[in-house]
């Protein structure tokens, strides 16, 4: 059992930037998939990006490639997204997900979920 808890949303003006955070307990977390989904309000959970420890892969959806960056800091067994040039488009909540499938774009791969933060990019 993993329990993702995300961090670090907020209301941001357009082209700014955010960091948000992912901490997930569990002693073999390193064994997971972590990744990052959003949803806006009527719209359907979609892939961010994703960061396999194991192999090293990192995926990003084309939407957000070239903006967005994703990290990890071991010692916090914590995952970062680091998103900039944000557009009003990337306002949704986005949730921390973690599995130990290597399938990185599906939801429905994903086991474990946080409960969400919001992130708000507006003038």
């Known amino acids: 059992q993993v329990q993702p808890v995300e961090s670090g949303g907020g209301l941001v003006q357009p082209g700014g930037s955010l960091r948000l955070s992912c901490a997930a307990s569990?002693?073999?977390?390193?064994?997971?998939?972590m990744a990052w989904f959003r949803q806006a309000p009527g719209k359907e959970r979609e892939f961010v990006s994703s960061?396999?420890?194991?192999?090293?892969?990192?995926y990003y959806a084309d939407s957000v490639k070239g903006r967005v960056s994703i990290s990890r800091d071991n010692a916090k067994n914590t995952v970062y997204l680091q998103m900039n040039s944000l557009k009003p488009e990337d306002t949704a909540v986005y949730y921390c997900?973690?599995?130990?499938?290597?399938?990185?774009?599906?939801?429905?791969?994903?086991?474990?979920w946080g409960q969400g933060t919001q992130v708000t990019v507006s003038s």
């Open positions: 569990g002693r073999r977390f390193s064994s997971y998939t």
């Open positions: 997900a973690a599995s130990l499938s290597p399938n990185s774009v599906e939801k429905e791969s994903y086991e474990y």
């Open positions: 960061f396999s420890w194991r192999g090293g892969n990192t």
